[in-house]
């Protein structure tokens, strides 16, 4: 089992990135997949989720606006498109999945080793 994200990196105040979240080993496609940062010093933070079908997400209110999740079933892979990224935004991103339940609380199964995102001019 194993969830690889990529896609982070040094991002100007206002830019964007899309982060990637691979996965291989399980039925990703009974999934459901979250997206959560945790910056240096500070508790881990859920920003989104989708369902396994990829017709339900769900966004924190910090990133509402800005950030938007989405699946490709085809390429087992899930994307959490980033705009307008500021400072505040800059963390260690990962990717989770869990098997049953919704939201960006609770259990998750499976996660990814992180993907470093810096917003700095």
């Known amino acids: 089992v194993q969830l690889v994200e990529s896609g982070g990196g040094l991002v100007q105040p206002g830019g964007s990135l899309r982060l990637s979240c691979v996965a291989t080993?399980?039925?990703?496609?009974?999934?459901?997949i979250g997206w959560f940062r945790q910056a240096p010093g500070k508790e881990r933070e859920g920003l989104s989720c989708i369902s396994s079908p990829g017709d339900t997400t769900s966004l924190a209110d910090s990133v509402k606006g800005r950030f938007t999740i989405y699946r490709d079933p085809a390429k087992n892979t899930v994307y959490l498109q980033m705009n307008n990224l500021q400072p505040e935004d800059a963390a260690v991103y990962y990717c989770?999945?869990?098997?049953?339940?919704?939201?960006?609380?609770?259990?998750?199964?499976?996660w990814g080793q992180g993907t470093q995102v810096t917003v700095s001019s």
């Open positions: 989770a999945a869990r098997n049953s339940g919704f939201g960006i609380t609770g259990r998750y199964d499976y």
């Open positions: 080993g399980f039925r990703f496609r009974y999934h459901r």
